[in-house]
């Protein structure tokens, strides 16, 4: 549930608002992107979100214990797009709402010694061995967790239904070349399908 713009307390969602103020103008979200942090943790994150000097921010960051974090009120601009197009859009901070996955994204090395960017050790059953969609390439990309992906899907399927976003998208696809995120780790097809039927349940079930 969403009351006055923010996740309430509800249905095992326990969110908690961490106030960033790396926010634009008013928004009336059309698209949900889904994006990695490509960093070590969601409490990292989140006070890098909230840091000034990042001059970014996401609605959103789901730890990887599945925790569920909001930063930015759904009708501002949070600054998680960056340069982007979609659908004949421009800047989609504009026309969005964005969650952030605590998920260091991809790895280098290889079975047996996958290491972060920032050469954390990630053990092999962390680790989604997968071709991007972009290049085709098999590479190790850091798995989410059921956990993670259930909170995402569940507090998705919420902002959906409430603001009636037509769809959910990765920020590797508002943003091909520069970005690769959430990455082929991410189960986009299965996650939108269940999101906007999710969702879809919800609206008819809602009264008026
Ligand atoms: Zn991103």
């Known amino acids: 549930m969403i009351r006055e713009h923010r996740l309430a307390v509800d249905q095992g969602l326990a969110p908690e608002f961490f106030a960033s103020q790396n926010f634009g103008g008013s928004l009336k979200p059309e698209f949900l992107v889904m994006h990695y942090t490509a960093g070590g943790s969601a409490q990292g994150a989140i006070a ?3 840091n000034p000097a ?7 960051v789901i730890g990887r214990d599945g925790s569920v974090t ?3 009120p759904f009708n501002r ?3 998680h797009a960056g340069r982007s197009r979609w659908q004949g859009r421009n800047g989609l901070n504009k026309c969005s709402i964005g969650i952030e996955l605590d998920n260091a994204g991809l790895l280098n090395g290889g079975p047996g010694k996958w290491r972060t960017d920032w050469d954390t050790v990630v053990r092999d059953e962390d680790v989604a ?3 991007h ?3 085709g390439i098999v ?3 850091h798995a989410y967790t059921p956990g993670q992906l259930a ?3 569940a507090v998705a399927a919420v902002i959906v239904a409430e603001y009636g976003i037509v769809d959910v998208i990765g920020h590797d696809d508002i943003a091909p070349g520069r970005k690769t995120d959430p990455g082929p780790a991410f189960p986009m097809a299965v996650f939108r399908a269940a999101v906007l039927e999710r969702a879809e349940a919800a609206r008819s079930l809602a009264p008026g």
């Not at 990042?54 to 959103?60: G, T």
């Open 139 to 141: 590479r190790g990309w």
């Open 70 to 72: 909001q930063l930015v």
């Open 129 to 131: 061995e997968l071709p």
């Open 77 to 79: 601009q949070a600054w």
């Open 151 to 153: 909170a995402a899907q």
């Open 133 to 135: 969609k972009f290049d």
């Open 48 to 50: 890098w979100l909230c």
């Open 54 to 60: 990042s001059k970014a921010s996401a609605h959103v």
